[in-house]
């Protein structure tokens, strides 16, 4: 059996540290865009186990034309644009897929289409050899979709804790250690009246980020009091009869007697939402309260004050389902796996920094 590939292994090859090699492969650090791409196609090339279903040529060869390998479908009840998270992961998954072989489809899933449990009129099965979801929170939509003996996997899914698991792989983004580490820099920085605004039964990434937040929060010795967690039901895209969702923000806020001194989001889009809610209630960021998102969304970056948010390193989200979903379709009968992709936070001006 031949030896097993290792980080080191890689390095002896291109001439370079073992923490580059480390930081090109999981997406971490400060490394040129040329260094990173020239590990990462070293390491699909000598087989490294996290690239080893790759089916790279060999340095030095012409690549032969990939041997089609079916098409992989991508169901999604929202739409995917380059502000969110999914689109460099889809954009990563895809180059990858095609290298295999693989094509690709997208199909859009309209509220009454997931109401009724019909697929989509694009789609067909006896092409398909796989299906990735993203978007897909509806837990009876997802459970059809589970049924239909296809391969799938799920990036991000709804609540898992509401229903019997999911039959089928699953991919996420690591919720809790960004949290985690942000409760515990704001309490070094003296900041002790932490609240969360999202709607954690959104999905199962918003309320693992709740969850995060308020173990962190006892952890630290401190409570959870429930009117800094603004955590009500109208975020639901589907309710457009329901009050919107800034207005509910701007109630919920009227009603609190002291704000805190940091609030945590369950994502970038709902911090956003907030910040234009204090604006227009007079509030100011960061010098009255401070402000956290997650996702790292190219809005984060840009509004005044700046965001401090977590990132999602959306590379290796793409590697990762590549990987869980190939394996899958060749080998069906494995056990069905859940996979975290490392986060890490960014601090900006939102928190004074």
């Known amino acids: 059996m031949a030896e097993r590939v290792t980080i080191q292994d890689i390095a002896d090859a291109l001439g370079v540290s073992r923490n580059t090699v480390s930081k090109a492969i999981n997406n971490t650090g400060l490394l040129a865009d040329t260094t990173r791409e020239k590990v990462l196609q070293k390491a699909m090339e000598m087989g490294y186990k996290q690239f080893s ?96 003996g296809t391969p799938i996997l799920f990036a991000d899914t709804p609540v898992v804790g509401l229903g019997a698991p999911l039959r089928a792989d699953c991919l996420y983004m690591e919720n809790r250690t960004g949290i985690h580490s942000l409760v515990r820099e704001m309490v070094r920085r003296g900041k002790k009246r932490i609240g969360f605004i999202g709607e954690y039964l959104h999905c199962q990434s918003f309320c693992e980020r709740y969850m995060a937040y308020r173990n962190a929060m006892y952890l630290a010795g401190l409570p959870c009091r429930e009117e800094w967690c603004l955590i009500g039901q109208n975020m639901e895209v589907r309710r457009s009869e329901g009050i919107d969702y800034q207005e509910y923000l701007t109630k919920c806020f009227q009603n609190i007697d002291e704000l805190p001194e940091v609030f945590l989001c369950a994502n970038d889009f709902v911090a956003l939402d907030t910040l234009q809610v204090f ?74 920094d």
């Open 53 to 148: 279903y790759a089916n790279i040529a060999g340095a030095g060869k012409k690549a032969e034309p990939p041997t089609p390998a079916g098409e992989i479908a991508l169901f999604s009840t929202g739409f995917i644009g380059n502000s969110h998270f999914a689109a460099t992961m889809l954009d990563k998954f895809q180059r990858e897929l095609s290298q295999l072989g693989y094509s690709f489809t997208m199909h859009r899933i309209p509220i009454e289409m997931v109401d009724a449990l019909q697929l989509p009129a694009s789609y067909h099965k006896d092409k398909t050899a796989g299906i990735i979801c993203v978007e897909m929170f509806d837990r009876n939509y997802a459970e059809m979709l589970c049924g239909l």
């Open 279 to 352: 604006k227009k209630m007079g509030i100011a960021v960061p010098d009255d309260v401070w402000l956290c998102g997650f996702d790292d969304s190219p809005e984060s970056g840009m509004v005044t004050p700046t965001l401090t948010t977590v990132h999602i390193h959306s590379q290796i989200m793409g590697f990762s389902a590549v990987h869980l979903l190939v394996s899958r379709i060749q080998e069906p009968s494995l056990n069905f796996r859940t996979i975290h992709t490392e986060t890490n936070v960014i601090y900006r001006e939102s928190t004074g």
